[in-house]
């Protein structure tokens, strides 16, 4: 069983659109997930400017492949390097920490996740 950053169990982070590199709605891996789909992320218009700027359209429909496209507000799990630069470049999108992977941690401080959830947690 996948667990999130705090050692529990991984919770939902989409349905709808449907995420995750297995589109099962969680930010669950494997030794194939070569991005690191491990960060449950809420979108918002700046970062989806900024990634599709780095060549990484969330924006754009692709039927193809059973995607509408992200917009404003809509959670994704997001690959950890693609969120490691966005927050170098000061636009990190908010972070649902109970639907993150434990594995993010690997690749990003768990301060640096805990400063941009999209909750105030108690200290």
């Keep these: 069983m996948n667990k999130n950053i705090f050692g529990e169990p991984l919770i939902s982070c989409s349905a709808n659109p449907l995420?995750?590199?297995?589109r099962n709605g969680f930010c669950d891996?494997?030794?194939?997930?070569i991005g690191i789909h491990t960060v449950c992320i809420i979108a918002n218009k700046d970062f989806l400017l900024f990634?599709?700027?780095k060549g990484n359209d969330l924006t754009t429909p692709m039927p193809q492949h059973a995607f509408d496209g992200l917009k404003d507000g809509d959670k994704w799990c997001l690959c950890a390097l693609r969120w490691k630069e966005a927050l170098i470049n000061n636009i990190a999108p908010k972070v649902v920490l109970e639907?993150?992977?434990e594995k993010t941690?690997?690749?990003i401080n768990i301060?640096?996740?805990i400063m941009h959830s999209h909750k105030q947690l108690k200290q």
């Design 111 to 113: 301060e640096d996740l």
């Design 19 to 22: 995420t995750g590199y297995f």
């Design 99 to 101: 639907a993150t992977n």
């Design 51 to 53: 990634s599709k700027a």
């Design 105 to 107: 941690l690997n690749v």
């Design 29 to 33: 891996t494997d030794n194939t997930d």
